[in-house]
């Protein structure tokens, strides 16, 4: 009899952890999510690989209710050349229906000092923060979810 009542109270207790699994597959109405990519890898993979997660973010939150930052800066960079977008037109593309959809791509000043790049050198599409890692700190700061990226 025992037995009969551990595996009862077993039993009632799985019922909430199913139904919270279960939940998550489903977007929560009226909630916004915010999220921050950091990306500071090099190497096209690298950056298929970090905008495969953004899409993927967008796609599984809700391309709505998702504000998605990719903060990039160091190798990451790389990723928002025009350089980089003529010799990669996969990336190119992807970055462009992104930033379309609502994805903001912002690239670090202290790097592009550091490298001597200009702002004419990056993807129109792109915007510039005075330092990379502060900017992901400020969003966290306000609420954004952060995920490293892309290596």
Known sequence: M????????????????????????EQVPNRTHKVVFEVASDGADNW???????ANVQKSLGEATTKIAVVAHGKGIGMLLATTAAANP??????????????????????MKRLTITKEQLVGI????????????????????YIKSGG
Do not use: M, W
Request: glycine share 4%; proline share 1%.
């Open 2 to 25: 025992k037995s009969l009542i551990k595996i009862f109270v077993l039993a009632l207790l799985a019922l909430p952890v199913a139904a919270l699994t279960a939940q998550t597959k």
């Open 48 to 54: 298929e690989a970090a905008l495969r997660n953004v």
């Open 90 to 111: 996969e990336i190119k593309t992807t970055v462009e229906k992104l930033h379309a959809s609502g994805v903001v791509f912002a690239v670090c000043e202290n790097t």
């Open 126 to 145: 792109a915007t510039s923060v005075d330092s990379g890692v502060s900017e992901v700190i400020r969003k966290q700061e306000s609420g954004y979810a």
